[in-house]
């Protein structure tokens, strides 16, 4: 089956995102045609191993790259400077030099862990990300945005450093839980919310196909996604302006539903589908978007198996606080992601408090 090859350039370097479908046996000949020498040291969640742990080193080993491997358990309480040691040390005791490289496979917390790791290690090594769950895919192994979190803080130290490739095999999906490839669809179709309205047909005809993640139509739906991300991290590598802003459609209230539940009650991905209901009735009330979009956006998630509302009833004033405090907000000014239309998101700081209390309350039944 076809795979499909986009380019992400920067300002100082470009590197190629590799898609496709039961193709993990071609990573080492792809790491060849790039000319890295050295060792590969494999840094991989545990989740994946023993299978394909092995077949990556295998694939690399017949292109005569020694191969070293660490399997780590991952999850979002072990994204700290503890398993940033782990690493570290491991490192050290194999002897990693600066001319070996170091290859990332997992999700967004494996691939921001290594990758802040492969940027400090010796000043900097060349890094690979093989990303295996859909928000791994088409958003953190894109852009170079590496790091872990403090104590109380999410993300607060890191550094962007760019791959050399990002190679991404479909067929790692098939081993996630459901929960898990579900949220990872809210951030596709976030991305075709507000910035294709093809990909969001293509998103809701196919939904089938597309969830079935065996066929073009999946692949189709994953690349243009990872193309969207792409070309927004190209235009915008360090997130200065407002076209990288835009991706944080739905997150003003998910981050604030993921805060008010101690991060326990909802994955990333299903808070980001509340917090598009809100964002979508917040421009329904601002006579921005039509009731039939704001339905159309209501269909599309519940395809996707996410959430649209909640029976939980969670405090209002304290979620409109911790909105008010998220970073991406200016001076208590809440910057309000919304839709005109789908595929034409606006930006507005002007948006009233009693429509923000109704839109909240439209999310809980
Ligand atoms: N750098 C960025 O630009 C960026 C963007 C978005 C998100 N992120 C970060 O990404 C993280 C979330 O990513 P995530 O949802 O991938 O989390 P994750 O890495 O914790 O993976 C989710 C769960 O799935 C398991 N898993 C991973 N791949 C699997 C597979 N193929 N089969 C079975 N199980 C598998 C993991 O062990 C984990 O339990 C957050 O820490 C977030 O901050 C970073
Ligand atoms: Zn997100």
């Known amino acids: ?126 890094l690979i990300h093989v990303p295996s769950t859909l928000i791994a895919m088409v958003d953190s192994s894109i852009g170079g945005k590496t790091g872990y979190n403090t104590k109380n803080g999410k993300n607060l130290v890191g550094a962007f450093y760019q791959p050399k490739l990002v190679f991404q095999d479909i067929n790692f999906l098939k081993t996630l839980p459901e929960r898990e490839i579900s949220a990872g669809w809210a951030e596709l179709l976030k991305h075709s919310l507000i910035y294709d309205k093809k990909l969001f047909d293509h998103f809701y005809q196919n939904h089938t196909d597309i969830k079935n993640l065996n066929n073009l139509n999946s692949i189709e739906a994953i690349s243009k996604s990872v193309e969207i991300k792409a070309k927004i991290v190209s235009e915008d590598i360090n997130e200065k302006d407002q076209k990288r802003i835009l991706l944080n459609y739905g997150h003003t209230t998910g981050h604030a539903l993921e805060s008010i539940t101690n991060y326990k009650k909802f994955l990333h991905g299903e808070a980001v589908s509340l917090g598009m209901m809100v964002a979508g009735n917040i421009s329904f009330l601002m006579g921005l978007l039509s009731y039939d979009n704001l339905q159309m956006q209501k269909n599309i998630l519940e395809k996707y198996f996410l959430p649209t509302s909640i029976s939980e009833e969670l405090n209002i004033n304290t979620i409109i606080d911790l909105t008010k405090n998220d970073k991406k907000s200016k001076s208590g000014k809440i910057n309000w992601i919304l839709l005109e239309d789908i595929g034409k998101p606006v930006i507005r700081n002007d948006v009233p408090e009693e429509i923000i209390i109704r839109s909240l309350k439209s999310i809980f039944v």
Do not use: C, H
């Open 1 to 126: 089956m076809s795979t499909r090859n986009i380019k992400v350039s920067t300002k100082n370097e470009s590197y190629n995102v590799i898609i496709g479908l039961n193709m993990i046996s071609e990573l080492g000949d792809e790491i060849k045609k790039l000319g890295l020498p050295g060792k590969a040291f494999i840094v991989i969640d545990k989740a994946l191993f023993p299978d394909p742990a092995r077949e990556i080193q295998e694939s690399l080993e017949k292109n005569n790259y020694e191969t070293k491997l660490l399997n780590i358990e991952i999850d979002e309480s072990k994204k700290n400077i503890d398993t940033v040691n782990v690493i570290y040390e491991w490192l050290e005791s194999s002897k990693m030099e600066r001319s070996d490289f170091i290859i990332s496979v997992g999700g967004g917390v494996t691939g921001d862990l290594v990758g802040f790791v492969a940027s400090t290690w010796v000043r900097g090594v060349n």
